[in-house]
């Protein structure tokens, strides 16, 4: 069962346009939420995240926007660049416990074209 | 500089042969987790470590085993590989777990093959 989903596996973009990657989940005490980028051979890295108090977090070209009614979160890239070209990974985590655990998705590919 | 340090990079082996995958942090952190990525699947968790001596069982670990013996290391063996492990590994750290405020800090990832 997937708790962490994200549906599209792939998305193409303009240069300087507007990046949209969703995801959703299903498991409602969930209450945090990260972002990580993935280039080929190498290991993902942290983005962005968002506690689920918030409804929107930025950084930078980078915007988190959560809607927990709909449980759903989605990433904005504005503007996009060719180097934002990887691998996005939607996780989630739920309590503050030491032992509360990261639940990943599959990740979108996303490609920038120049 | 701090980093994640898995070895080696990638590794072709045949079933039943014993092997292990090293991860060693310089961060002193106190959790240490590996996963497993392939097709369609995104990154399963096979185990996870809260310190030394302290491991526990993630979403996938049959066939695999690990240790942590000191802080900075945590080992991954695979006693009887099988091809159903050929897969892409990561090694994970971070300060305190894997919840607020301390997101994983990732290895480069070792790709495996059992033939």
């Known amino acids: 069962d997937q708790q962490v989903k994200q549906n599209s596996p792939s998305l193409s973009v303009q240069e300087g346009r507007i990046s949209i990657l969703n995801c959703d989940y299903t498991n409602s005490m969930f209450d945090y939420f990260l972002w990580y980028k993935k280039y080929p051979a190498e290991g993902p890295t942290f983005l962005i995240s968002?506690?689920?108090?918030?409804d929107k977090n930025e950084d930078g070209r980078f915007t988190v926007f959560l809607n927990k009614s709909a449980k759903h979160l989605s990433l904005h890239i504005v503007p996009s660049q060719p180097g934002d070209s990887a691998v996005y990974f939607c996780a989630a985590t739920a309590g503050t416990g030491a032992n509360s655990k990261l639940t990943f998705g599959k990740g979108i590919t996303l490609s920038v074209r120049p | 500089e701090a980093q994640v340090t898995q070895n080696p990079r990638y590794l072709i082996t045949v079933t039943g042969k014993k092997l292990t995958v090293t991860c060693s942090q310089n961060?002193?952190?106190?959790?240490m987790s590996w996963y497993r990525q392939d097709p369609g699947l995104g990154l399963r968790q096979i185990y996870y470590s809260m310190n030394v001596e302290v491991t526990d069982k993630g979403d996938v670990p049959e066939g695999y085993k690990v240790s942590r013996k000191e802080k900075r290391n945590f080992p991954l063996i695979l006693e009887s590989p099988s091809p159903n492990q050929t897969s892409l590994y990561f090694c994970?750290?971070?300060?305190?777990?894997?919840?607020?405020?301390?997101?994983?800090?990732f290895g480069n990832g070792t790709r495996l093959t059992v033939t």
């Open positions: 968002i506690s689920s108090i918030k």
């Open positions: 994970a750290s971070s300060p305190r777990g894997q919840h607020y405020n301390s997101p994983l800090h």
């Open positions: 961060m002193n952190h106190e959790y």
